[in-house]
């Protein structure tokens, strides 16, 4: 006989069907499933992206761990010739979502040595042997939780992740509008600079178990091929699932992102940190200037990106 509570008030009303990542270690975040990593694997060096976020690196330096940028192409490709010894490693971002080939001619090339960073590519499956790690707060109404893909074997404890008290953006953003929501989303994601790896909450867990996975995988691809079939830009391969439509602007990033904000199409800047790693004139910086994230996510259909494109064929 279980002691399941029977009776009283009523929880949320969530459907119930099963975490896409069942199979993975299931933490409160991506940055934890990387400090998580770290911690197993005691590497000596590790080699990271200039076009990257602050926290990729912030469980890296929080470790101590010498670390050395590389840079890429406009096609997300190595450019840097790097061998790596014994007890280092290299990490790699799965750009979008999709560069998913190209993550496995890495895995050919470096092994066990390679660390893949899938917090962009949620549906990507994990490579065989690869150590990988997602985000669920990249693709998904939920208010923290990560992925992780690793043989290796923690000599540490955990305690269990507790998430309803950062759940005020994500209510604010269906009782009031994502305006008045973001100041609540900003301090959470500040929040978690000062939290310890844990377990992922019951709550998110439940609310990762309630999505349909297969509905929004259908949504995404096809409102990513709208807007390709105007707007151009690199083609779906067939297991592609992309986190956004990267669109490179034609007049510069900052005027366009300021329109389509006036017109309530909320863009982020992927990363304004770049800039000051890589230089001003860097291929990476002009990336992070230049390349829009549309939203083309399961929330929106075919009429919401009819008025993205209408607004960028205006640029």
């Known amino acids: 006989m279980t002691n399941k509570p029977i009776g009283g008030y009523f929880e949320l009303e969530l459907p119930l069907h099963s975490e896409l990542h069942a ?4 933490l409160n975040g991506g940055r934890f499933c990387l400090e ?9 060096k590790i080699y990271i992206p200039y076009f990257t976020c602050n926290s990729a690196i912030e469980p890296i330096i929080k470790l101590g761990i010498p670390y050395e940028f590389y840079h890429i192409d406009k096609r997300y490709r190595i450019v ?3 061998v790596l010894l014994e007890g280092e490693a290299l990490m790699y971002t ?3 979502g999709l560069q998913s080939d190209y993550c496995l001619e890495l895995s050919v090339e470096y092994d066990t040595q390679l660390i893949l960073d899938y917090t962009q590519a949620f549906y990507s499956k994990p490579i065989n042997g690869i150590d990988t790690f997602y985000s669920c707060r990249k693709f998904f109404g939920v208010p923290d939780g990560g992925y992780l893909y690793t043989d290796a074997k923690a000599e540490f404890d955990l305690e269990q992740d507790v998430s309803y008290t950062r759940m005020d953006s994500l209510l604010k953003r269906i009782d009031l509008s994502p305006e008045e929501g973001y100041d609540d989303f900003r301090k959470c994601s500040e929040m978690f600079r000062t939290l310890p790896i ?3 909450s019951k709550f998110t867990k439940r609310m ?3 999505i349909d996975y297969q509905d929004a995988t259908q949504k995404r691809r096809r409102n990513y091929e709208f807007l390709h079939r105007s707007l ?3 083609k779906l391969s067939p297991g592609d699932v992309p986190m956004i439509f990267p669109y490179i602007t034609k007049a510069g990033g900052g005027i366009l992102r300021k329109r389509l904000i ?3 199409v909320f863009v982020a800047k992927y990363w304004p940190n770049v800039d000051l790693w890589a230089g001003e004139n860097a291929t990476e910086t002009w990336m992070a200037n230049n390349i829009l994230p549309l939203p083309i996510d399961q929330r929106y259909g075919l009429d919401d990106m009819a008025k993205i494109n209408e607004l960028i064929c205006h640029e």
């Open 208 to 210: 990762m178990a309630s």
């Open 198 to 200: 844990r377990y992922m």
């Open 262 to 264: 006036q017109n309530k």
């Open 232 to 234: 151009g830009g690199q």
């Open 23 to 26: 199979d993975a270690i299931a």
């Open 36 to 44: 998580y990593l770290l911690r197993c694997r005691k590497y000596s």
């Open 94 to 96: 799965n750009y979008w």
């Open 80 to 82: 840097d010739d790097i």
